[in-house]
């Protein structure tokens, strides 16, 4: 079944590469037999320069399964080119191979399963901190929704933000805004089990903090674990990737903000949004690097390889931007590029709040880890739109976009018939 997610030519290499763990060094083959090697690095464009570099790389089917999970994620944003904006975080390999990894998973997980640290152990876990809040958001769009929700009102309270000058806050502003991270991997294939793992208490016999949570469930040497001042932009990234990543489709396809999964014996629906107390510019003990304004592109050239670029590179490569000769700081700030910043100013989210926080050591993520206050489950229901709302609303964004010079995206058809994602799996 693997097989029909991966074009004809392709697979054979693709699929000794996942098999001996050099996945990476296979598809880099494909993109060079295909000459698309110089747009490995690349960001994509959008939706339809991504479908036309990976066409080597993905069948005709997972692409049409692909092209179907962005025009749902911007059906739920109410616009048409939400995606485009959150391709634009990852460059094209980084994205290729993710989904890649994610789709042959499914398939070899069993083989290929990795044990992890709180199942490896037999001592019993310690109830959890943390409760889970259960939140239905309904609306016709997501912003909506979201805006209109007084349980999302007070989870994004800035900490007495009427109190401070939005217009000229910072991260280096001394000060303890909360910070935001969203996740759908709990939605994946095993993903609650690990999610359990990461969001209940450590054991005192572990190696780290006991009585706190341990969101970095690997032993990496180099953790990563990115933050958002903005709950908005968390949630959306949430979004995205659980609508990007499916399970390949059955005859009924699951939205992920419909999806439910299992946590702590309770049933949920939707992604996962956490919320940390956090002081800035960092917590004691802790070094921190904000990027100059003006430098984002640099910054977000550096995450965007995160998928397949060697941890220490990657921390060397924040750490030249810093022109320093002192080591890799624990916390990096950078501020979201211009055009994500753009579109969530309509969530009516302060510019100021734009900024993510990339914690990159083990005492940096440990600390976060202990500073967890909130888990919340978030779902969503969309009611259907009144036609000449519809209308009216496609009309101001094309004319948006002519205006800004943004080409117009064509909507994928709707699919024929349940039978054609059957035979997504079965490969008729």
């Known amino acids: 079944m693997a097989k029909d997610l991966i074009n004809a030519e392709a697979y054979p290499h693709v699929a000794n590469g996942f098999q001996l763990a050099c996945l990476r060094v296979a598809m880099e083959g494909v993109f060079r037999n295909a000459g698309h090697e110089s747009r490995l690095g690349d960001t994509p464009l959008g939706v339809m320069d991504f479908l036309a570099v990976t066409a080597c790389l993905f069948s005709p089917k997972l692409q049409k399964h692909l092209r179907s999970n962005f025009d749902r994620f911007d059906n739920l944003c109410g616009e048409e080119s939400v995606s485009d904006m959150f391709l634009a975080e990852r460059t094209i390999q980084a994205w290729a191979y993710d989904i890649l990894d994610f789709y042959l998973g499914y398939f070899f997980r069993l083989a290929m399963k990795k044990e992890h640290d709180c199942q490896s152990n037999g001592t019993p876990t310690p109830p959890a901190l943390v409760p889970i809040q259960q939140i239905q958001l309904q609306g016709t769009f997501l912003k909506d929704a979201w805006e209109t929700n007084k349980d999302i009102q007070t989870i994004c309270d800035f900490g007495g933000s009427k109190n401070i000058p939005m217009h000229s806050w910072k991260p280096s502003t001394p000060g303890a805004a909360p910070v935001f991270r969203g996740v759908s991997h709990h939605l994946k294939q095993d993903g609650a089990q690990i999610v359990e793992c990461q969001i209940s208490t450590t054991p005192p016999d572990f190696s780290r903090k006991p009585g706190a949570p341990h969101l970095d469930s690997c032993d990496s040497e180099h953790p990563s674990i990115y933050t958002s001042f903005s709950a908005p932009r968390a949630f959306l990234w949430a979004v995205f ?188």
Not at 322 to 338: C, F, M, V
Not at 341 to 369: G, I
Not at 378 to 402: T, V, W
Request: hydrophobic share 35%.
């Open 241 to 428: 990737m659980a609508e990007l990543f499916q399970d390949p489709p059955a005859q009924t396809q699951v939205q992920g903000l419909t999806q439910e999964f299992r946590l702590r014996g309770t049933t949920y629906q939707g992604i996962l949004l956490f919320k940390f107390d956090s002081v800035q510019p960092a917590p004691s003990g802790l070094s921190w690097y904000q990027l100059p304004e003006g430098r984002e592109l640099e910054w977000a050239n550096i995450g965007r390889r995160q998928s397949i670029q060697p941890h220490p590179e990657r921390h060397q490569a924040a750490h030249n931007l810093q022109q320093e000769t002192t080591d890799s700081p624990d916390l990096i700030h950078g501020r979201d590029l211009y055009d994500l910043r753009k579109y969530l100013t309509s969530w009516s989210c302060e510019q100021a709040l734009l900024w993510q926080t990339a914690f990159t050591s083990r005492a940096a993520v440990e600390s976060l880890s202990s500073r967890l206050v909130g888990i919340y489950a978030i779902s969503f229901e969309q009611l259907q739109q009144h036609p000449e709302n519809i209308s009216h609303r496609k009309g101001k964004i094309a004319m948006l976009k002519q205006n800004m010079g943004i080409p117009l995206r064509k909507r994928v058809p709707k699919r024929n018939s349940d039978d054609e994602m059957s035979q997504f799996l079965l490969g008729h």
